[in-house]
């Protein structure tokens, strides 16, 4: 079993933060990753004592095209979900704005004790247009609003409360329980290339249309191989 550990850093500035330059690597090496056979696991982390603060949005202020960083903030987000590598998110410390969504589309998330997690934007009197949406699929409307509509981020234990986060571990022990994670994944073996996508592909999907599509795969998967 060979897992492969993604760090999230931006060494031009604080606090992990995104710019179309820092989302590319990220996809690139997503990417590799998942293509790499011997790969059983992705860890997903940030640099230092910060998880991810979100875009850079000082950049943006100062000259930066919006569309560009939004878009490529959105490449990111829908690409996590196809991989075929099972990824856990390690909160090594704060998981703010879009660094939030990155946990939200992780497979499984353990995080230090003292993380934030959560949008902020409307604090400021900004609506957290795309970071929103993976802490939506992922917690439900009811859930997602106490952060998105308050701009208080989830404590570490509120965030294991409504689901963002599976388990809440000290620093020393955060790579150990993120490994511990994979380790179950791995259990599904060749399937899980198939069964990941699936999964959250039926997330999206209504009820009947989940079902139909289930019996489909289901059928392909129990062929007798030629």
């Known amino acids: 079993m060979t897992i492969t550990t993604i760090t999230i850093s931006n060494p031009s500035g604080e606090g992990n933060l995104l710019n179309p330059e820092v989302i590319a690597r990220l996809v690139r090496e997503l990417n590799a990753a998942d293509a790499d056979s011997d790969v059983t696991g992705i860890v997903l982390t940030g640099a230092g004592e910060v998880f991810c603060s979100g875009l850079d949005i000082p950049a943006i202020k100062a000259g930066g095209d919006p569309v560009e960083f939004a ?3 959105a490449g990111l987000l829908k690409r996590v979900p196809v991989l075929s590598t099972p990824v856990v998110a390690a909160i090594n410390g704060d998981a703010v704005a879009s660094g939030a969504s990155l946990v939200a589309i992780a497979d499984y998330a353990v995080c230090v004790p003292g993380a934030k997690i959560g949008t902020r934007e409307v604090s400021l009197g900004i609506w957290p247009m795309v970071a929103q949406v993976p802490l939506i699929q992922r917690l439900g409307a009811r859930w997602a609003m106490e952060n998105v509509g308050s701009g208080e981020p989830f404590t570490a234990e509120r965030a294991r409360e409504v689901g963002l986060v599976n ?9 150990d ?19 990941r996508p699936a999964f959250y592909r039926f997330a999206e999907l ?18 007798p191989k030629k």
């Open 71 to 73: 878009t490529a903030l």
């Open 206 to 223: 209504g009820y009947d249309d989940a079902l139909d599509a289930s019996v489909e795969l289901f059928a392909e998967m129990n062929r």
């Open 167 to 175: 388990t809440i571990v000290p620093a020393d022990s955060l790579q």
């Open 177 to 195: 329980a993120a490994h511990d994670w994979l380790r179950k994944a791995a259990r599904a073996g060749e399937v899980t290339a198939t069964g």
